[in-house]
């Protein structure tokens, strides 16, 4: 057997962990068909790790939901199968090319993938019946995460109204809902980018290499290091060049940037995190640059 | 230290602009490292678009766009910072009566409450009234921060004055243990470096305090109580037999070997083992997320809990509460409302309304007929089924609940059990 504390003391990190079990847990037992919205980014990670804990040694009582945009890093996917195949759990891929052909969302070509992921979504959601998706995002993030509930309502056309959420106290989570409406769940709503790092290190789990140190060709664009990839060709007067770059968050290949870094490690990373000068999203994603409301509009439409 | 290691504070605090409360937290915000460039000349970029000659750091805290167009924090939004030992989460709520829903929910996981006063004013109405909301709410500890002492040229007298009004009030609450902190959070005296203006003050700065507050002992460590949140049966080969009750400790120190009772059904056992995901361990205490076993084939389901023989939670259908009312149409006598306690739910009919408790002057209206928004009664309800709970005044987990309006299934109130 495993000595806990002898002074009944348990860590900040410990804390965050119990609170996002009890919030998995609760989701689980009083919703019919949640499902666990999986990008294959670090936080979507921790999500599934959290979840293998909450209900161990059963497997996830529930689905994982990934919004195929066509434009994933293919080491995320990668990552993604091996995280499938351990934990023996369903897989359900909406993606944007299916949901054009189908005539769910219009082929506009001058709408980013990035727009076109909150129908596919949604439409995923209506089409599966889920009506809780649980969603990795932190109140560090941006502002108007903040302010955003752990259990967070969407109305029956998948909107958040902010100025009308539900008052949430102590632990106690409400999840009821009309027909055709749906709860968005951030179980770790109280973590932040450096809790994420330690729980990965200290749990030793597998992320995509992405985010670890690598050669890459990129080329400048809007300030911001981006991929050479035939999904994202280069404009006039864009230089690609090789660099020793990495990723701090996983998103869309034609809108993630990367940062010039020779963190190879977690621990590296870790020491990189504590000393960053700007947000993840601030400094590498494009989505999050329009305006200082961009994040606030997208989730009112239903973005994760 | 890594994050693995320290230990968390949560805070919640009170204020409107005027008060100085953004300008502090930014300064908390700013002094840990915690506010980052992009943030901080996106904030620079909006004040000098509007035309200030100052960066107003209450950009920083006000998220949603309709708050930084009124120009005012209207919701509960969560900040982070850390120090080598402590990582903090701020409940960051409005100062203004008419949001006192939104202190009440943030005042309800704070471990410290953080009430600021303008030393050139004195308590007013509204500190008098956020020390009441975070004493109703059993904020353990309370920091008193005299703000603007540069503006009274750093007078002892204001201060002490301002101290002992406050003393005074407090005599009236339930304040286990109050820090009365003179500071300029414009100019950072006493915030995070010791203030060289009030050579007087010999207590400490107020970084220092939410480094420094014991708050593990706050946790109820005797009276054991588990609500069963979800069972855990894998049906797999491997795990055949496997039945696990899960939950988060509420209180107490469950070990195996322990005799326990399960509620309501009142049917014994005991602790076979408890579960940490792949792991067994030998105690589990709060607030830890574990799986639970029992000796006893006995039938346990969620909204169950499970407690010590000898000392167990009352079930009890007569629910006698303080209640903040937080919806437009007012609470009323007969009422019926969906209830949710611990992992239990049910239904709840209103019996009556005691009184109406004034925050501002703790003066009881027993002649009121009704709660409207944003105030805070004592409530009697029926509930359909019995619930499991100890007074809030013992475990704020055990003895809170929230009421849910069946038709529009929003959150309506937040009750505190007396006893």
Known sequence: MTQTHSDYRLSQLDQLEAESIHIFREVAAEFEKPVLMFSGGKDSIVMLRLAEKAFYPAKIPFSI???????????????????????????????????????????????????????????????????????????????????????????????????????????????????????????????????????????????????????????????????????????????????????????????????????????????????????????TRGDDRFSEAAMEDRKKEGYF | MATTDMDLLRFATAGSVDDGKSTLIGRLLLDSKAIFEDQLEAVEATSEAKGYDYTDLALLTDGLRSEREQGITIDVAYRYFATPNRKFIIADTPGHVQYTRNMVTGASTADLGLVLVDARQGLTEQSRRHAVILSLLRVPHLVLAVNKMDLVDFDQEVFDKIHRDFTQFATKLNVPDLEVIPISALQGDNVVTRSDNMPWYSGPTLMHHLEHVHVASDRDLIDARFPVQYVVRPKSDEFHDYRGYAGQVAGGVLKPGDEVVVLPSGM????????????????????????????????????????????????????????????????????????????????????????????????????????????????????????????????????????????????????????
């Not at chain 1, 070509?109 to 649980?134: C, D, H, V, Y």
């Not at chain 2, 799986?291 to 909204?303: A, C, I, P």
């Not at chain 2, 309304?353 to 004592?378: F, P, S």
């Open chain 2, 268 to 419: 014994t056992s005991k602790i076979s083992k408890i579960d940490l995901f792949d792991k067994e361990i030998t105690e589990a205490f709060p607030p830890m997320s574990v799986t639970v076993h029992l000796e006893d084939d006995v039938d346990v389901s969620r909204g169950d809990m499970i407690a010590r023989v000898n000392n167990a939670p009352t079930p009890s259908q007569d629910i006698d509460a303080m209640v903040c009312w937080m919806t437009t149409a007012p609470l009323q006598p007969r009422q019926k409302l969906a209830i949710k306690h611990t992992t239990r739910t049910g239904r709840a009919l209103v019996k009556d309304i005691a009184y109406r408790l004034d925050v501002n002057t703790l003066h009881r209206d027993q002649d009121t007929k009704e709660l409207a928004v944003n105030e805070i009664g004592r409530v009697t309800l029926r509930t359909t089924v019995p619930l499991l709970v100890d007074p809030y005044s013992k475990n704020r987990t055990t003895g809170s609940f929230i009421l849910i309006d069946e038709a529009t299934g929003v959150t309506v109130g937040a009750g505190m059990i007396n006893g």
């Open chain 1, 65 to 283: 939901l990934q919004v195929d945009t066509g434009l994933d890093f293919p080491e995320v996917m990668e990552t993604r199968d091996r995280w499938v195949e351990r934990l023996g759990i369903n897989l359900v891929v909406a993606s944007i090319d299916d949901a054009i052909k189908n005539g769910i969302i219009p082929d506009a070509a001058k709408i980013s993938r990035n727009r076109l992921q909150i129908p596919t979504l949604l439409n995923a959601i209506e089409e599966n019946g889920f009506t809780a998706a649980f969603g990795g995002g932190r109140r560090d993030e941006e502002k108007a995460r903040a302010k955003e509930r752990v259990y967070s309502h969407r109305d029956e056309f998948g909107q958040w109204d902010p100025k009308n959420q539900r008052p949430e106290l102590w632990s106690l989570y409400n999840g009821r809902l009309h027909e055709g409406e749906h709860m968005r769940i951030f179980p770790i709503s109280n973590w932040t980018e450096l809790d994420v790092w330690d729980y990965i290190g200290r749990e030793g789990i597998e992320i995509p290499s992405i985010y670890f140190s690598h050669q890459r060709r990129v080329f400048v664009r809007d300030g911001m290091l981006m991929s050479e990839t035939p999904l994202n060709p280069t404009r006039d007067g864009e230089v690609v060049e090789e660099r020793t770059v990495r990723f701090r968050t996983c998103g869309d290949i034609t809108l993630t940037g990367c940062v010039e870094s020779t963190a190879s490690t977690i621990d590296e990373i870790i020491e990189e995190v504590a000393v960053a000068r700007k947000t993840e999203r601030g400094a």
